[in-house]
């Protein structure tokens, strides 16, 4: 009687432990997807002659306006 319990305690204690490691590799992988996230929604901005909403990186300036990179605007 007395082994069985314990038996369930020490396996109580691996689920725990098992658990807690998930529970931390789960976070980790949340974190990972929130900052490739964050890169996506990094700095949209409109262009000022076809009003697409474009990356940052897509954008170039035009007589201090921000247009499409790829001038005429393919929009
Ligand atoms: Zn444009």
């Known amino acids: 009687m007395m082994a069985r319990i314990l038996l369930l305690i020490i396996l109580i204690v691996l689920l725990y432990v098992i658990g807690k490691r998930f529970m931390a590799f789960l976070n980790a992988k949340e974190q990972q997807n929130h900052a490739a996230t ?3 929604d990094e700095n949209i901005v409109q262009c ?3 009003g697409t909403h474009i990356p940052e990186s897509e954008s170039t ?7 499409c990179k790829q001038q005429p605007c393919k929009h």
């Open 61 to 67: 300036l035009l007589d201090e306006k921000i247009v």
């Open 48 to 50: 000022q002659l076809c």
């Open 38 to 40: 964050k890169v996506k």
